[in-house]
């Protein structure tokens, strides 16, 4: 059964507001499995769908930023955080360069399989790191944990080094 020419309109006049095939249907009173066989039976309603949910998602972004600019130029006592993000998204989504442009800075030459990893500590300008030859037990059988004394060539205390695991990884190819 075909949709009449007023239950398409007023799908399209739904998928204008919000931008969404959903919207559509329930703009006119239709399960959006019809909505979606009808768009698939016509290529002059698909094209003309396609064209209103473009309209709908260009008025979803300058509402959001009709709110960022409401709150910058008027700003209230109290900010509704909640709003103001929705209204962040709304404008990342579908304003086109609101964001700016984001580009990768490098790539991967191959694969790697890390299974656990802790951050890399921030080496020392020392030019020989010394170890205490008979570290207490106490620091070798702390599980996880370990320990290691960073003297200098004289043999002062710099600082001591602590590991929480270690980094287990394989290449994959």
Do not use: W
Not at 4 to 31: C, F, V, Y
Not at 66 to 95: G, W
């Amino acid at each position: 059964m075909r949709l009449s020419h007023d239950q398409k309109e007023q799908a399209l006049t739904g998928m204008r507001m919000l931008g969404t095939k959903k919207a559509g249907a329930l703009a006119a009173n239709i399960p959006i499995e019809r909505l979606e066989e009808e768009i698939k039976k016509s290529a002059v309603f698909r094209k003309r769908v396609n064209e209103a949910k473009a309209i709908g998602k260009s008025n979803l972004g300058e509402s959001g930023l009709d709110v960022i600019i409401e709150y910058a130029l008027n700003p209230p006592p109290k900010t509704d955080r909640n709003r103001l993000t929705a209204a962040i998204a709304l404008c990342n989504a579908f304003v086109p360069g609101f964001k700016g442009i984001s580009t990768v800075q490098g790539k991967i030459d191959h694969d790697v399989r890390v299974i656990t990893a802790v951050p890399r500590p921030k080496y020392i300008d020392a030019t020989e790191v010394k170890v205490l030859d008979n570290p207490p037990k106490k620091m070798l059988q702390s599980g996880k944990r370990t320990k290691k004394v960073i003297v200098d060539e004289q043999g002062n205390y710099i600082g001591t080094q602590t590991v929480e695991d270690v980094i287990e990884g394989e290449v994959i190819e």
